[in-house]
């Protein structure tokens, strides 16, 4: 089924309700078919990935605003980072909090892990830190800026991250020797909250601007896309593998899907389309069931089937 071709692709069918405070961050475990969300209540809790049930089970409380949260490869920890710079390191398996380590001293917005045993995060407080996760120590903290850090992306080849800056910059640096090598200045004209790759190999980036951009990323970058897609912040991008399509998040409460190599819009899921009626914070795509799941300040989270 060509999925660009109907008019109406996305709709809602599902609502998890029952966080307390603003939901911030989501992350899916496609094994296990397990959607975990966190937010303003310091709950991390676990959903079913299908939308079966109503019920979310609670798996710790943090007593914390988080911010940002993965699942480690392992499938048995997540980590989680709260407003003021602490991460939880939960067991999965026992329940419970097994580490909380506080050497950020601001936000912790984003984590990338690089092996088995080591995980990168980054924070408002402009640095990254490179942490033993079996250990749950920081071995190496690298200042890029002094203003912050907001996104975080892998190279294609893996060998270097791509850093999102309130500072309007994005930040290459090496996996190597943690350096800086390139710098892509004013790519934003004010905080670079989100970035993507599409299938040609393009990256893709939304700002508090408001705007959606496409750069060919050569040996000097080049921007060849620039649109105001939202009317204010673009807080999420993901893509919606393997569809050729695009969904960005907003503090203007809208979701927005996109064609990936054009930006052409496709289709606009606000209140009137049984959307959010707060900014919409985080989207985690659920490749196993064409799933778009969308978490916001209005506490809830919602799934829209895709086709």
Same mark, same amino acid.
Do not use: C
């Given at each position: 089924m060509d999925v660009l071709s109907k008019e109406k692709f996305a709709t809602l069918f599902k609502e998890y309700k029952g966080h307390n405070g603003s939901v911030y961050t989501l992350a899916y475990d496609e094994e296990k078919d397990e959607l975990y969300s966190a937010g303003g209540d310091g709950w991390i809790v676990k959903w079913q990935g299908a939308g079966e049930g109503n019920d979310g089970y609670l798996v710790a409380d943090t007593k914390a605003t988080i &911010?940002?949260?993965?699942? +480690?490869?392992?499938?048995?920890?997540?980590?989680?980072?709260?407003? /003021?710079?602490? %991460? &939880?390191? =939960?067991?999965?398996?026992?329940?419970?909090?097994?580490?909380?380590?506080?050497?950020?001293?601001?936000?912790?917005?984003?984590f990338y892990q690089v092996s088995p045993t080591h995980l990168i995060s980054i924070s408002r407080d402009g640095t990254t830190i490179l942490w033993n996760t079996v250990l749950c120590l920081a071995e190496l903290t690298v200042v890029v800026n002094h203003q912050g850090l907001?996104? @975080?992306?892998?190279?294609?080849?893996?060998?270097? +991250?791509?850093?999102?800056?309130?500072?309007?910059?994005? /930040?290459?640096?090496?996996? $190597?020797?943690?350096?800086?090598?390139? %710098? @892509?200045?004013?790519?934003?004209?004010?905080?670079? !909250?989100?970035?993507?790759?599409?299938?040609?190999?393009?990256? @893709?980036?939304?700002?508090?601007?408001?705007? +959606?951009?496409?750069?060919?990323?050569?040996?000097?970058?080049?921007? =060849?896309?620039? *649109?105001?897609?939202?009317?204010?912040? $673009?807080?999420? $991008?993901?893509?919606?593998?393997?569809?050729? *399509? %695009?969904?960005?998040?907003?503090?203007?409460?809208? $979701?927005? +899907?996109?064609?990936?190599?054009?930006?052409?819009? %496709?289709?606009?899921?606000? !209140?009137?389309?049984?959307?959010? =009626?707060?900014?919409?914070?985080q989207l985690q795509w659920l490749a196993p069931h064409h799933i778009l799941a969308s978490a916001s300040d209005d506490r809830l989270i919602k799934l829209w089937r895709i086709g």
């Open positions: &911010f940002s949260m993965m699942i +480690l490869e392992d499938n048995k920890t997540i980590v989680a980072g709260d407003m /003021y710079g602490r %991460i &939880f390191w =939960i067991d999965l398996e026992d329940k419970v909090v097994k580490a909380e380590t506080y050497n950020h001293t601001k936000g912790v917005f984003g907001r996104s @975080i992306l892998p190279s294609i080849d893996n060998n270097t +991250l791509y850093l999102g800056g309130t500072d309007h910059h994005i /930040y290459e640096l090496s996996l $190597i020797d943690y350096s800086v090598k390139k %710098i @892509i200045a004013a790519a934003h004209e004010n905080t670079v !909250f989100a970035m993507l790759w599409n299938q040609k190999k393009q990256l @893709i980036t939304g700002g508090r601007d408001a705007h +959606l951009k496409m750069w060919d990323m050569n040996e000097t970058p080049q921007l =060849i896309a620039d *649109i105001a897609a939202h009317w204010y912040t $673009i807080n999420d $991008i993901v893509h919606l593998k393997p569809l050729p *399509i %695009i969904a960005t998040a907003s503090r203007d409460k809208t $979701i927005r +899907l996109w064609h990936e190599d054009t930006l052409a819009p %496709i289709q606009l899921l606000d !209140f009137q389309h049984k959307g959010h =009626i707060n900014s919409v914070n």
